[in-house]
């Protein structure tokens, strides 16, 4: 479920928004909350949540939309973020992504998932790069390249995005894609570790 994804944080993170139960401070570099592309298309939002971002400026459309995760509406939720990714705000389309992924809050749609996904990945979002190389890998929403998808994954992990080198380290372990090598395996999942990706820690 997307409020339990560590997508969530990073995008609180860049936004500089208090998510969940606890308040999280800004990157020092946040993303630019707008851009001149266009969001990829979306559906319109359900009835209940027409009054979502009425005039709101785009980041606090956003922090709208966080707040309707954390109470567990995720209707609301992705009208909101529908909103805020259309306007630009990148973190927000990282998460959106994830939401339309797995068709919470919505229908589920895993082509327009990568579609989100690469577009925060162009205007600089890392984790969301590390999504489209996934999605590359598995072929979930896009044709299948599995060695674009780990030179992906080595740029993301090179630049210091954690998951990147989570999923690096567990293909390196049981030799998916790669061959096998324990030691790179550890070596990766001491750097996610490092840079705060739990499930790389005590592997």
Known sequence: ?????????????????????????????PLPASTAQPAPSASAPSAGCDH????????ECAKEGFAH???KNPTCA???????????????????GGMVQVGQGGPKDPVRAVTLFQRACDQGLQRACTNVAMARITGNGVAS????????LKTGCDAGEPKACAVLARSYEYGQGVDKDEKEAFRLNERSCSLGESTGCGN
């Open 1 to 29: 479920m997307v409020g339990r994804n560590s997508g969530v944080i990073v995008a609180c993170l860049a936004l500089g928004l208090a998510c969940g139960e606890r308040a999280v401070k800004p990157q020092s570099s």
């Open 145 to 152: 390249d599995a060695a674009q998808g780990f030179l992906m």
């Open 52 to 59: 979502i971002c009425s005039g709101s400026a785009p980041t």
């Open 78 to 96: 992705r009208a909101a973020f529908e909103t805020a990714c259309r306007a630009g705000v990148m973190p927000v389309c990282l998460v959106l």
């Open 69 to 71: 995760l954390h109470a």
